[in-house]
C-alpha cells in the first residue's frame, strides 16, 4: 500500500490553480521517485463511479484508473494510488525523470526537426488511441500537459482533470473543459462535438505548433475563420497532414485511424544521388 508517510517530498515541480505538484522520493528504495499531485477539494470537483464500482471518485481518477489496466500505455503517466486527506486529494503519479513540458521543449529547441517531430507524434497517437480504446476523452491536449523525457524523446500525456468518458452521445461545448485555444471548431460552431473529431484536431494542433514554435490559432475567431500560415521548410507531407487534420468540417478531417496511416509517418529512405 501507499502511504504519504512513506515519501520524502522535495521540490516543487509544477504549480496551478489547482495546487502543487512535487517530486519525492520512496524512503527505504532512495531510487523510486514519484510526483505528487496535490489538490485542494472544490465545490466544482466533477466525481464520476468507478467503472464496476458505485463509489464515485474525483473525475482525474476515474478516468486515469481506465487507463491503468494492462497492459497499459507507455506514453500515459501512470498513476500509483490516490488519497483524500482532509480537504485535499493526492495523486501519486509516476515522475517523468528528467523530462520537459512539450512546451519548453518547442521554446528550447530551434526549428524541430520532422524526425524529432515524427518520433514525438507518434507517442502522441499511441496514447490518444489508447484513451479511444479505453473510452476517454482527454479535452485538455495541449503543450503544457505533455513531458518529453531527454535525450530520449519518449512523451507522456499527463493531467487527465479535463477528462470525460467517450459515450455515444456527442459532447457539448459545455462540456469542453479544457484550455479554449484547443477547441474544435465544431464545438465552437455545432455546439456539439465527438471525440475522435476533436481528438484529430488536436494533433493538428499539436504537430503545426512542434513544427512552428506558435500556436496555429490564437483565439476563437481564428479557430473558426483564420488560416494558417505553414512554415516554408515543411516537407510536402508534413503540410498535407498538418492541413487534413485541421480542416474545419468533421466529417472531411482525417479519420483518427488514418491519421497514422498518413504518409508523414512513413517516410521511404530518399534514393542516394
Ligand atoms: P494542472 O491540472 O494544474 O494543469 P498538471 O497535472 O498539468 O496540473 O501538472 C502541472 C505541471 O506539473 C505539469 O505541466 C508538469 O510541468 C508538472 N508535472 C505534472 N505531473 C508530472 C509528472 N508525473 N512528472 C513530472 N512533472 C510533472
Ligand atoms: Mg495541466
Ligand atoms: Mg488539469
Known sequence: ???????EVGDMIGEGAFGQVYVAS?????????????????????????????TPVLAEVAMMLRLMNAPRCPNIIRLHHWLEIED??????????????LLQYIKDTADIEENQARQLMRQLIRAVMFCTERGVFHGDIHTANILVTLPRLELKLIDFGCAQPITQKPFNKS?????????????????????????????????YEIMHGRLA???RQSIMF????????????????????????????????????HCWFNPTTPNPV
Open 175 to 207: 462540456d469542453y473543459r479544457g484550455a479554449g485555444h484547443g477547441m474544435p471548431p465544431e464545438a465552437l460552431r455545432c455546439r456539439v462535438f465527438h471525440a475522435y473529431p476533436a481528438y484529430v484536431w488536436t494533433i493538428g494542433i499539436m504537430l
Open 226 to 261: 483564420g488560416c494558417i500560415e505553414i512554415h516554408p521548410r515543411l516537407s510536402t507531407a508534413c503540410v498535407d497532414l498538418i492541413s487534413q487534420c485541421l480542416i474545419r468540417n468533421p466529417a472531411k478531417r482525417l479519420q483518427l485511424h488514418q491519421v497514422e496511416e
Open 88 to 101: 485535499n486529494f493526492v495523486l501519486i503519479l509516476e515522475y517523468a525523470e528528467s523530462c520537459k513540458t
Open 217 to 219: 490559432f490564437n483565439n
Open 26 to 54: 520512496h524512503k527505504r528504495s532512495k531510487r523510486v521517485k514519484v510526483a505528487l499531485k496535490c489538490m485542494v477539494k472544490s465545490q466544482q470537483d466533477r466525481y464520476l463511479d468507478v467503472d464496476g464500482h458505485s
Open 1 to 7: 500500500g501507499f502511504d504519504l508517510s512513506q515519501f
